[in-house]
């Protein structure tokens, strides 16, 4: 009995070692803090879907590395004289299910996704006119020019996938490099290697699991036990736990995430840009990068990230420099000398509700009287993004591919301007920026996030780091200016 | 005995339709609107009326409670907004792991805490009973994510022997089992003293003795019989809290179980989940009692005439 007893053990220790060992094939293990919503294209809304869904759907072109737009399943493309005809030459490609991609599932995924019936956000495609299927390849004709368009076409929810997929949110059917082979909620995402895939690539790992796992501390611990690879999100508070370790890499990227102290500038005496100017030139932006975000990411000045180098307004680092003299004259000045107001924080982001502790002392040694209120993020949502009732908050919001997707946020009457923001030339330049292209687009870009800089929507403070942890021997990471992470490069 | 049956079981489905109306309006009075959380910062009117529309969400709420337990008895339990899967899917997924999870750490507790009961109520002056006792003390101090992590740390990290995380082989059970069963052995272990250290004041103890049985046969024959039913009880109260979930061991184990599922559900306001799971979980508490209750009434005609 008792030998018997000793055999089960050691069986058992061989079993745990041969499960825990590595494999044969090449498997990627990848942690993610939680499920993605939907696999429909025109349905999802989380990044968390975006970020594995990047693998497996593929759109007319895709989005470079570099913040550009090149082609996927379009081979090549033109544009008629008035820029308002685009005509895309499809690749041979076949879907996931093994059948040709047609010009006819093009028409009908793009039209799908421009359904406001249907899509979420078929608003960001309302610049289509119509869709047109010709020989091998597809036209698409626009009401107008319009700048944005072709990245718009790369984002996630103008995917292509086939015109008879049912089932896309479980089953999703695309044409990337990897498909979806299983998905238990709460649990694995296991993606597979897709052989057929048109570019004849064969990426290094031939299976690629997201594990999720909800505790940042747990995840450190796997990656340290051999459990997971790479962690491509990994929070600033665990950084320490792997920084030194010799075998993990750690690399830092921006996230072309805006981090901002929105202020509600329809809310007297915030109306006054005196009073919003104290506020700016009262906070100490480095301070708050290194007690939030241990000294990663990028101070910012206006809504763009450096991130979006082509884009980017570099220029204006000295506007609202950390001056708290000054920001007392203003104050006084405007008779607010004892201001007191309420900051909102959302308790579900650990760096906003970090750097609006920081900013609420800095403010405080203004004289100001800082109420800190912390609300959970449907709260949040409900009541400062929706109603709009609120004097300041902090939050981080979303980069895009391009920049008209991001700097008409702030435009007078966007539906998505919880700041109430309004300014007449800057209107005028988000307009004509669409109808622009090359170098004048560039300019007019520079010129708005000029106006946002002194004019001060909110105050700007960074680009929160997005903070790679990989286990050593992993190579290719490759950073985009999208949440994404993109499995195909990575190799051992 | 029948008009006993009758009774518990007329208030086992009062029970279960008052949680279900009280659960159902709870979610719904909670801040935040489901739509509004699917949508995030990027949320335009246009987007929110139709996803409102889609979710049924523009329906008075009395009608959608009715239409969702009309559903639930017949076994429609719709779709997750959270994850696009049916509910039924999602329970069937979570619901046999916390089983799993409850039984085997009540069942290891148990084990463990019965032994250190009794010799902490048979010799409370020696020094294995002082040693158990102050280890009981720690063991009920012990937040469970700290010793969920010191365990990954020492097992999976350090020795490599056991998996850091996931129910992939049954070795991933071992550090969440054992992290669920430390504080609870410590309270149950206690209970058992309790219990049996009163049993062993008994007079019919000491008749036992005086009419000149063995010491063991006293203890385990006479005394456990009485001294264990506090343990069975506080252990029974116990699995029915982990059939509910364990938050943070699933958490810290990336374990895919009742607790995640409702955790996940309710800060997406995620209704048909929500609903749906809160009331399998009652029900199946109401049922554990309802089975508890019968069997201590066929055991105990004195709980019967109660």
Known sequence: MKRRVLYMVF?????????????????????????????????????????????????????????????????????????????????????????????????????????????????????????????????????????????????????????????????????????????????????????????????????????????????????????????????????????????????????????????NNARPPFDDLRVRRALALGVNREEILFGAAWGHGALLDSALSPSMAGFYNDQLRE?????????????????????????????????????????????????????????????????????????????????????????????????????????????????????????????????????????????????????????????????????????????? | MRQYLAQKTAGFLLTAVLVSIVTFFVVQILPGDPALLMLGTEATPEAYARLRQELNLDRPALERYLRWFWNFLQGEWGRSWRYALPVRDLAAQSFPLSLVLASLAVGVSLLAAVPAGILMAARPKSWPARFLSALTQVGMGLPQFWTGLLLIQVFAVKLGLLPAGGNASWAGFILPVLTLALPRTAVLSRFMRVGMSDALRQDYIRTAHAKGLSRPVVFFKHALRNGSLAVLTVAGLQFAQLLAGTIVVEQVFGLPGVGQLLLAGTLQRDLPLVQTVVMIVVLLILLFDLAFDLLLGLLDPRIRYE
Do not use: C
Request: glycine share 8%; proline share 6%.
């Open chain 1, 11 to 263: 069986l058992s220790v061989l079993t745990v070692f041969a499960v825990s060992g590595p494999g044969f094939a090449e498997v990627l293990n990848i942690a993610i803090p939680q499920d993605p919503d939907s696999f429909d294209p025109v349905k999802t809304i989380a990044a968390a879907t975006a970020e594995v869904a990047f693998n497996i759907y593929e759109g007319l072109v895709k989005a470079t590395p570099a913040g550009g737009v090149e082609g996927a399943l379009a081979s090549s493309w033109t544009v008629n004289e008035a820029g308002t005809v685009y005509t895309f030459q499809l690749r041979e490609a076949v879907f996931h299910d093994g059948t040709p991609v047609t010009p006819a599932d093009v028409v009908s995924a793009l039209n799908r996704a421009r359904d406001p019936g249907v899509a979420v956000r078929a608003g960001e495609l309302s610049m289509i006119k119509d869709v047109r299927a010709v020989e091998r390849g597809v036209e698409i004709e626009l009401a107008e020019p319009n700048g944005a368009f072709l990245y718009a076409l790369a984002e996630v929810y103008a995917s292509i996938y086939p015109a008879h997929a049912s089932d896309l949110a479980r089953r999703p059917i695309g044409t990337g490099p990897y498909y979806l082979e299983e998905w238990t909620p709460n649990q694995r995402l296991g993606l597979r290697r897709f052989d057929r895939h048109w570019s004849g690539e064969t990426p290094y790992f031939e299976q690629a699991n997201f594990l999720i796992i909800p505790d940042e501390n747990s995840m450190v611990l796997n990656l340290k036990a051999g459990r997971v690879n790479v962690i491509p999100r990994l929070e600033a508070s665990v950084l320490h736990q792997v920084e030194n370790d010799p075998g993990i890499t750690v690399l830092s990227f921006p996230m072309n995430v805006v981090q901002v102290f929105s202020i």
């Open chain 1, 319 to 492: 506007v609202n420099p950390y001056n708290p003299e000054l920001a007392k004259e203003l104050l006084k000045e405007a008779g607010q000398e004892n201001l007191s107001f309420t900051l909102t924080l959302p308790a579900n982001y650990p760096l906003h509700v970090q750097a609006g502790e920081l900013v609420a002392q800095q403010w405080k040694a203004l004289g100001l009287d800082v109420e800190l209120q912390i609300v959970e993020w449907g709260t949040w949502l409900d009541r400062v993004y929706t109603q709009r009732d609120y004097d300041v908050s902090v939050i981080g919001l979303a980069g895009r591919l391009d920049p008209h997707a991001i700097l008409v946020r702030y435009t007078t009457g966007n539906s998505r301007n919880f700041f109430n923001f309004s300014n007449e030339r800057y209107d005028e330049l988000i307009e004509e920026g669409l109808r622009a292209y090359g170098d004048e687009r560039r300019s007019i870009y520079l010129e708005a996030q000029e106006i946002l800089a002194k004019e001060l929507p909110g105050v700007f403070v960074m680009d929160p780091p997005q903070l790679v942890a990989m286990a050593k021997g992993i190579q290719g990471f490759r950073n985009y200016p999208t949440y994404v992470v993109d499995v195909a490069g990575l190799y051992r």
